[in-house]
Protein backbone atom coordinates (compact mmCIF):
# COMPACT_ATOMS: atom_id res chain seq x y z
CA UNK A 1 0.00 0.00 0.00
CA UNK A 2 1.22 3.53 -1.05
CA UNK A 3 2.11 5.50 1.93
CA UNK A 4 3.65 9.22 1.93
CA UNK A 5 3.78 10.40 5.70
CA UNK A 6 5.10 14.15 6.07
CA UNK A 7 6.09 15.69 9.25
CA UNK A 8 8.17 18.37 11.07
CA UNK A 9 5.60 21.16 10.85
CA UNK A 10 4.87 23.84 13.25
CA UNK A 11 4.56 27.30 14.32
CA UNK A 12 7.56 29.50 14.01
CA UNK A 13 8.39 33.12 14.14
CA UNK A 14 9.59 34.80 11.20
CA UNK A 15 13.39 34.08 10.62
CA UNK A 16 13.51 30.58 12.01
CA UNK A 17 13.77 27.23 10.70
CA UNK A 18 12.36 23.97 10.51
CA UNK A 19 13.13 20.38 9.30
CA UNK A 20 10.35 18.43 7.38
CA UNK A 21 10.56 14.89 6.54
CA UNK A 22 8.93 11.94 4.15
CA UNK A 23 8.73 8.98 4.84
CA UNK A 24 7.40 6.69 1.40
CA UNK A 25 6.49 3.28 1.74
CA UNK A 26 4.77 0.71 -1.12
CA UNK A 27 6.06 2.92 -4.26
CA UNK A 28 9.42 3.02 -5.94
CA UNK A 29 11.67 5.27 -4.27
CA UNK A 30 15.26 5.69 -5.44
CA UNK A 31 14.43 5.84 -9.34
CA UNK A 32 12.43 9.16 -9.16
CA UNK A 33 12.75 12.71 -8.91
CA UNK A 34 11.04 13.18 -5.34
CA UNK A 35 10.02 16.98 -5.00
CA UNK A 36 8.16 18.91 -2.08
CA UNK A 37 5.14 20.89 -2.52
CA UNK A 38 3.12 23.58 -0.63
CA UNK A 39 -0.35 24.97 -0.70
CA UNK A 40 -1.63 27.76 0.75
CA UNK A 41 -5.21 28.67 1.92
CA UNK A 42 -7.30 29.63 -1.20
CA UNK A 43 -4.38 28.81 -3.58
CA UNK A 44 -3.07 26.08 -5.91
CA UNK A 45 -0.30 23.61 -4.78
CA UNK A 46 2.99 24.70 -5.97
CA UNK A 47 5.85 23.01 -6.40
CA UNK A 48 8.31 23.97 -3.72
CA UNK A 49 11.86 21.74 -4.59
CA UNK A 50 12.90 18.77 -6.45
CA UNK A 51 15.80 16.61 -6.17
CA UNK A 52 16.83 13.81 -8.58
CA UNK A 53 18.05 10.47 -8.81
CA UNK A 54 21.64 11.99 -8.68
CA UNK A 55 20.78 14.35 -6.01
CA UNK A 56 20.47 17.64 -8.17
CA UNK A 57 18.13 20.23 -6.99
CA UNK A 58 15.92 22.90 -7.95
CA UNK A 59 13.98 25.61 -6.08
CA UNK A 60 11.11 27.72 -6.63
CA UNK A 61 11.85 31.21 -7.04
CA UNK A 62 10.78 32.32 -3.55
CA UNK A 63 12.93 29.54 -1.22
CA UNK A 64 16.22 29.80 -3.57
CA UNK A 65 18.58 30.27 -0.82
CA UNK A 66 16.48 29.37 2.30
CA UNK A 67 15.69 26.49 1.60
CA UNK A 68 17.15 23.02 0.71
CA UNK A 69 16.05 19.48 -0.34
CA UNK A 70 18.10 16.19 0.33
CA UNK A 71 16.80 12.65 0.44
CA UNK A 72 18.56 9.51 1.81
CA UNK A 73 17.10 6.58 -0.36
CA UNK A 74 17.77 4.05 2.03
CA UNK A 75 15.26 5.23 4.23
CA UNK A 76 12.95 6.42 2.02
CA UNK A 77 12.96 10.01 2.75
CA UNK A 78 13.25 13.16 1.43
CA UNK A 79 13.88 15.94 3.90
CA UNK A 80 13.47 19.60 3.21
CA UNK A 81 15.31 22.07 5.47
CA UNK A 82 13.87 25.57 5.62
CA UNK A 83 15.78 28.42 6.97
CA UNK A 84 14.95 32.26 6.97
CA UNK A 85 11.22 31.51 7.30
CA UNK A 86 8.71 34.03 6.23
CA UNK A 87 5.14 34.48 6.77
CA UNK A 88 4.58 33.89 3.41
CA UNK A 89 5.65 30.42 3.74
CA UNK A 90 2.63 29.54 5.80
CA UNK A 91 0.87 26.36 3.84
CA UNK A 92 0.44 22.72 4.20
CA UNK A 93 3.57 20.91 2.90
CA UNK A 94 3.30 17.50 0.74
CA UNK A 95 6.25 15.53 -0.94
CA UNK A 96 5.64 13.37 -3.67
CA UNK A 97 7.17 11.98 -6.97
CA UNK A 98 7.65 14.47 -9.42
CA UNK A 99 6.75 12.32 -12.59
CA UNK A 100 4.14 9.37 -11.83
CA UNK A 101 2.67 11.00 -8.90
CA UNK A 102 1.31 8.51 -6.23
CA UNK A 103 -1.48 9.43 -4.04
CA UNK A 104 -0.75 12.49 -1.40
CA UNK A 105 -0.45 11.86 2.09
CA UNK A 106 -2.17 14.29 4.43
CA UNK A 107 1.02 16.78 4.55
CA UNK A 108 2.18 18.86 7.28
CA UNK A 109 1.13 22.53 8.55
CA UNK A 110 3.89 25.02 8.81
CA UNK A 111 2.70 28.44 10.03
CA UNK A 112 5.15 31.48 10.26
CA UNK A 113 3.53 34.11 12.39
CA UNK A 114 4.99 36.30 15.25
Known amino acids: QVHLVESGGGLVQPGGSLKLSCVAS????????MAWYRQAPGKQRELVAE???????NYGDSVKGRFTIFRDNGKMTVYLQMDNLRPEDTAVYYC????????WGQGTQVTVSS
Open 96 to 103: NRRRLAVS
Open 26 to 33: GIQFSGYT
Open 51 to 57: VTTGGST
